[in-house]
């Protein structure tokens, strides 16, 4: 079974940054394309990034675009997500998801197959 664990969430004043960092046990994120999903109060969870397993395409949320990057270190077998210009509306959990299967994968929850327990990230002043 995989199971992912999320760090680096926390309180942030807005225009500051955090670093996201997700890692896994019991099998490699490597050969998992690995995205980033977040949820606010009373929302639904929302799409905000995605590294495909070559690091060759990676997909951005158009509410993120510009302020956040995700990225993986395979040596480390993590995927980051770089916050910057965060906003009070970037206020959420942050989840880490990852999907082994093979075929062209959709920017929705249900893409994927294995999920972490989420960080919170707060933007206040």
């Given at each position: 079974?995989?199971?992912?664990?999320?760090?680096?969430?926390?309180?942030?004043?807005?225009?500051?940054?955090?670093?996201?960092?997700c890692?896994?046990?019991?099998?490699?994120?490597?050969?998992?394309?690995?995205?980033?999903?977040?949820?606010?109060?009373?929302?639904?969870?929302?799409?905000?990034?995605?590294?495909?397993?070559?690091?060759?395409?990676?997909?951005?949320?158009?509410?993120?675009k510009?302020?956040?990057?995700?990225?993986?270190?395979?040596?480390?077998?993590?995927?980051?997500?770089?916050?910057?210009?965060?906003?009070?509306?970037?206020?959420?959990?942050?989840?880490?998801?990852?999907?082994?299967?093979?075929?062209?994968?959709?920017?929705?929850?249900?893409?994927?197959?294995?999920?972490?327990q989420?960080?919170?990230?707060?933007?206040?002043?």
């Open positions: 079974q995989v199971q992912l664990v999320e760090s680096g969430g926390g309180l942030v004043q807005p225009g500051g940054s955090l670093r996201l960092s890692a896994a046990s019991g099998r490699t994120l490597r050969t998992a394309v690995v995205g980033w999903f977040r949820q606010g109060p009373w929302k639904d969870r929302e799409f905000v990034a995605a590294i495909n397993r070559a690091q060759s395409n990676t997909a951005t949320a158009a509410s993120v510009g302020r956040f990057t995700i990225s993986r270190d395979n040596a480390n077998d993590t995927v980051y997500l770089q916050m910057n210009s965060l906003r009070p509306e970037d206020t959420a959990l942050y989840y880490c998801a990852a999907r082994y299967r093979t075929g062209y994968y959709y920017e929705t929850p249900e893409s994927f197959d294995f999920w972490g989420g960080t919170q990230v707060t933007v206040s002043s």
